[in-house]
């Protein structure tokens, strides 16, 4: 099943075959911290690439974490891919290149935010 790996850490769907059921629980290395409340499901059959992303998206997001550790520095393409160390599966050897397209998709709709509402990408002051 599918990893992401960031420098904080690591997040996993893992999966099992119940009596009549597939059971997925997205996992990750923080005690459950990063989850959101729906982070378990099941299916009659193995989840397509589109079910599975959309579920392990709906658990754990990393946009929130690109978002998290990008905002002020202009959502970088090459720096967020970089920042993503690596996202694999064996029985879904596809989703890394979809989440680099999701990635590449979300950062240039960040930065043309950021260029129509004039942001300087700055922190704010502490002062």
């Not at 597939?22 to 079910?51: C, F, I, K, P, Q």
Request: charged share 30%; proline share 4%; with cysteine.
């Amino acid at each position: 099943m599918p990893s992401i790996v960031t420098p904080q850490g690591g997040t996993s769907v893992y999966a099992r075959r119940g009596k009549n059921r597939m059971r997925y629980r997205v996992v990750d290395e923080h005690a459950g911290d990063t989850l959101s409340e729906r982070n378990t499901r099941t299916s009659r059959r193995a989840l397509t690439l589109g079910e599975l992303e959309a579920f392990f998206n709906g658990a754990w997001s990393i946009f929130d974490v690109l978002e998290m550790n990008f905002r002020y520095g202009g959502y970088d393409r090459d720096e967020l891919l970089a920042f993503v160390v690596g996202v694999e599966s064996q029985l879904y050897p596809q989703i890394g290149k979809l989440y680099e397209r999701r990635i590449e998709a979300w950062a240039a709709a960040r930065r043309e935010r950021l260029r129509s509402d004039g942001c300087s990408c700055a922190p704010p002051s502490t002062s």
